[in-house]
């Protein structure tokens, strides 16, 4: 069984910076996708970014192209989400997700329903 636990959250004023991190346990996720998505509330949950099980595949929604930056250390089983420029628009809970990449290579998996594993999330709050 595999468990994901995010941190890094909080309230940040707009233009400001997060570093996300979410840290596994339970399973070494070096052959697996993982991805970060958000949910505000009363929308649906959002893929924001996805990084392929060796870094060399990622993507990006358009809203967070040049502001955001998904990356992974394998040595210590850890997610992370750099966050720059944040503006009001990101305010949302941000969940990380795990999926194995053998159902989905070589295509890198970044919709909800393509993942297997997820943690509890994290508030993020930008004030205008």
């Known amino acids: 069984q595999v468990q994901l636990v995010e941190s890094g959250g909080g309230l940040v004023q707009t233009g400001g910076s997060l570093r996300l991190s979410c840290a596994a346990s339970?399973?070494?996720?070096?052959?697996?996708?993982m991805a970060w998505f958000r949910q505000a509330p009363g929308k649906e949950r959002e893929s924001v970014a996805a990084?392929?099980?060796?870094?060399?595949?990622?993507y990006y929604v358009d809203s967070v192209k040049e502001r955001f930056t998904i990356s992974r250390d394998h040595a210590k089983n850890t997610l992370y989400l750099q966050m720059n420029s944040l503006k009001p628009e990101d305010t949302a809970v941000y969940y990380c997700?795990?999926?194995?990449?053998?159902?989905?290579?070589?295509?890198?998996?970044?919709?909800?329903?393509?993942?297997?594993?997820w943690g509890q999330g994290t508030q993020v709050t930008v004030s205008s």
């Open positions: 990084i392929s099980w060796n870094g060399g595949n990622t």
């Open positions: 339970g399973r070494i996720l070096s052959s697996y996708a």
């Open positions: 997700a795990a999926a194995w990449s053998g159902t989905y290579y070589p295509a890198l998996p970044t919709k909800a329903n393509e993942y297997t594993y």
